[in-house]
Nanobody, 125 residues
Framework: QVQLVESGGGFVQAGGSLRLSCAAS????????MGWFRQGTGKEREFVAA????????RILNSVKGRFTISRDNAKNTVYLQMNSLKPEDTAVYYC??????????????????WGQGTQVTVSS
């Protein structure tokens, strides 16, 4: 079992930055791959980024490439999503998730076993 708690969301103007954090507890953190997903109002949940358990492999959504970076600190049991040059279309609830297959970086939300409660990110124009 893995418990996930996101933080770092908020309100920011377009062009600004936020760093989301997701603290994990329970299972050995390095044994799970981690992902970030987002869901805007009236939209389907969308993959944003994923990172393998060791941190050696990452995957990121094309539309945020160059603006968002995923990283993890296994000593702190935390995964991060650094978001720069934010746009209004990035507005969404952002969720972190854990996949027990540590070596993979899936973009499919159904592959993830554990989910956080989400943190709201609002980008104003």
């Amino acid at each position: 079992q893995v418990q996930l708690v996101e933080s770092g969301g908020g309100f920011v103007q377009a062009g600004g930055s936020l760093r989301l954090s997701c603290a994990a507890s329970g299972r050995s953190f390095s044994s799970v791959a981690m992902g970030w997903f987002r869901q805007g109002t009236g939209k389907e949940r969308e993959f944003v980024a994923a990172i393998s358990g060791s941190g050696s492999t990452t995957r990121i959504l094309n539309s945020v490439k160059g603006r968002f970076t995923i990283s993890r600190d296994n000593a702190k049991n935390t995964v991060y999503l650094q978001m720069n040059s934010l746009k209004p279309e990035d507005t969404a609830v952002y969720y972190c998730a854990a996949d027990r297959r540590s070596s993979l970086t899936s973009a499919d939300y159904s592959d993830y076993d554990y989910w956080g409660q989400g943190t709201q990110v609002t980008v104003s124009s």
